[in-house]
């Protein structure tokens, strides 16, 4: 990847709660084929978090309710000439909510804004640390973990949330458990089977946290983590290749795990689609930065989550226009899915964190037409309904292109 500025492709997946870990990546509308309701809300999650009859599983921690509630009308596919719609996923590696309101803040503000999102739960989060003998991470020590375990009052926070998440329409994945990013056992070195592994024991501590927490007060997680689950994104953005293999057998839908990906329309990999952190324009400067709180901060604060106070009011406002200049150049141009994925965080003051609300809100109530706030698995649900031929001539717009001669004479004959 000669000639590729390294500062494009420093990669975290950790959640707030713990130490960074960093890791080179390699090289690394309003119609009703729309995969979710109107971006003002009127259709939007929150409507409902009473869950329906449950049906325990296993130990109780999760619980059969039936199909997910506050969902978007069944995808169609575009009609010959129809300009698709933008668009917008925003996702969350770790998924823990540690006592800083994050999670609920922006359930909050999805909800205002009639949003989706994907939650990448790690499934570390739902163990106490003295149950952490039951965690055999590959390569690793038993009971390893570079993003540490969760407090049990963390833990009973977590699972609120997560509930509440899901009944409200949100997708819970996996960002699988010990965040292991550098050295021998780092996931980049992880072989199919070790992968295999990994999954098998993050599904594991979501489905028995009821018998490895002693809690009995809790309601269930309201679905069937072995459906529910299609997708993931790994630590560091690595070891996506050897992941993949694994994905496709377990019947995954999508993967959100490469970088230095670019605002073009997604392909599948060995029959899973890759849905890939983008670059995007970073105003002030001749290089594109990832669409990732963290490798803003990488660029701004040279990795310290503690930069000048100072510089916070100009960083928060330059990172609201990476977010906003790249949505615009999309929408305005061959209205590829953005993607940008974040941390349960308060780095550099929380300006992060206000800048993914400040853009969310701008994405939503700008005047935008044909705006969709979805999750991963709405996406892929839009994606899997289209004509093969009509998502292989939206691939062919590059960066920043839209159609010559406009969308209706561009897929009027790719139907």
């Known amino acids: 990847m000669a000639g590729m500025d390294r500062r494009r492709l420093l990669g975290l997946g950790a959640a707030a709660t713990a130490s960074l870990a960093v890791g080179l990546t390699g090289c690394s509308g309003g119609t009703d084929a729309d995969a979710r309701g109107p971006a003002d809300g009127s259709e ?12 325990p599983i296993g130990d109780g921690s999760t619980a059969d309710t039936g199909p997910q509630p506050n969902q978007p009308p069944a995808p169609r596919p575009l009609e010959p000439g129809e300009k698709p719609p933008q668009f917008v996923v925003f996702s969350w590696d770790g998924a823990g909510e540690v006592g800083n309101g994050l ?12 949003a989706a999102m994907t939650f990448f739960l790690s499934g570390l989060y739902l163990l106490p640390e003295s149950q952490r003998n039951k965690y055999r991470p590959p390569g690793n020590a038993v009971g390893a973990s570079d993003i540490g375990y969760l407090k049990d009052e963390n833990i009973r926070l977590t699972l609120e949330n997560l509930r509440a998440a899901w009944l409200e329409g949100h997708e819970i994945g996996t960002h699988f458990n010990g965040h292991f990013c550098g050295g021998s056992g780092s996931v980049e070195h992880w072989t199919p089977q070790e992968w295999r592994s990994e999954i098998e024991q993050a599904k594991r501590f979501v489905s028995e946290w009821r018998t490895n927490t002693g809690f009995t007060d809790l309601k269930p997680l309201p679905f069937d983590y072995d459906k529910e689950l299609i997708g993931a994104r790994t630590p560091c953005l690595l070891g ?17 795990s490469s970088s230095g990906g670019l605002q073009v329309w997604p392909r599948k990999r060995q029959g899973v689609w890759d849905l890939p952190l983008q670059s995007l324009p970073f105003p002030g400067h001749s290089f594109e930065v990832l669409s990732m709180d963290y490798n803003i901060l990488a660029n701004q604060s040279q990795a310290t989550t503690k930069g000048p106070p100072a510089n916070y009011p100009r960083w928060r406002q330059q990172a609201i226009d990476t977010y906003v200049q790249g949505f615009q150049r999309a929408y305005e141009t061959n209205r590829a899915p953005l993607f940008i994925g974040n941390h349960f965080e308060e780095w550099n003051g929380g300006i992060y964190m206000d800048a993914v609300e400040e853009s969310l809100k701008q994405m939503a ?3 935008y037409s044909d705006v969709r706030l979805v999750s991963f698995r709405q996406l892929v649900d839009w994606l899997d309904v289209q004509d093969p031929a009509v998502l292989a001539k939206l691939r062919d717009l590059p960066v920043g292109r839209a159609p010559a001669a406009g969308w209706k004479s561009y897929l009027s004959g790719a139907a």
């Open 240 to 256: 996506q290749d050897n992941l993949l293999p694994t994905a496709a057998e377990l019947g995954w839908r999508y993967d959100a």
């Open 365 to 367: 109530g700008g005047g």
């Open 103 to 114: 999670f609920p803040r922006f359930r909050k503000v999805a909800e205002d804004h009639g």
């Open 44 to 55: 939007g999650p929150g409507k409902s978090t009473e869950g329906p009859q449950e049906k």
